[in-house]
């Protein structure tokens, strides 16, 4: 028998478009307004958020970079930049879609291209608030960082993950 609850939707994944970089600005402003504030101060998220305020350049910076979004019924929910095929600059889920396979989608996916393009260690400077999803993920903390946003300073930790080497038969 049917419990007459409908399964919740999976997460998509398609490939960043120009056109998304408003949408995902949002997201990045409402992950940190959203989910930050027990790690971070009021004046901390705002210098953080911040970064979003300039259009051209925030899109310039996930055009610059292979960035994947995660959707939930066709609309963006979150997303992912990988610099240089070895560093996570940027990972945002918007608050509405914790807990729903977002995040930890982004991140498999951009593991696989990482490695796929040649990368043996993934690189991410995680805030203190995603730091234990890094970590669940197997990412191993290398070094605590102090870093600026104009006036402001934040901490910070660079984590990294060994990406499985494959196995050949002989």
């Known amino acids: 028998m049917s419990s ?3 399964a ?3 997460p998509g994944l398609r490939p960043y478009l120009a ?7 949002g997201i990045f402003r409402a992950a940190i307004e959203d989910l930050t ?3 971070y101060s009021p004046d901390q998220q705002e210098a953080w958020a911040a970064a ?9 910076r996930l055009d610059g970079q292979l960035t994947l979004v995660a959707t939930l019924s066709g609309q963006p929910v979150g997303f992912i930049a990988l610099k240089d095929d070895k560093l996570i ?15 930890t989608l982004l991140c498999g996916a ?3 291209l990482a490695k796929a393009r040649g990368t043996s260690v993934l690189i991410v400077d995680a805030s203190d608030t995603a730091l234990g999803f890094f970590q669940k993920r197997g990412f191993e903390a290398q070094r605590r960082n102090t870093v600026s946003v104009g006036p402001v300073w934040f901490g910070n930790t660079t984590l990294t993950k060994r990406l499985a080497e494959e196995k ?3």
């Open 110 to 112: 951009a593991e696989t």
């Open 52 to 60: 979003a305020d300039d259009d051209t350049a925030f899109a310039a």
């Open 168 to 170: 050949t038969l002989q």
């Open 4 to 6: 007459g609850k409908s």
């Open 8 to 10: 919740a939707p999976a």
């Open 37 to 39: 504030g027990e790690d």
């Open 89 to 103: 600059d940027l990972l945002y889920v918007h608050p509405a879609a914790i807990g729903k396979g977002v995040a």
């Open 19 to 25: 056109s998304d970089a408003p949408v995902l600005a």
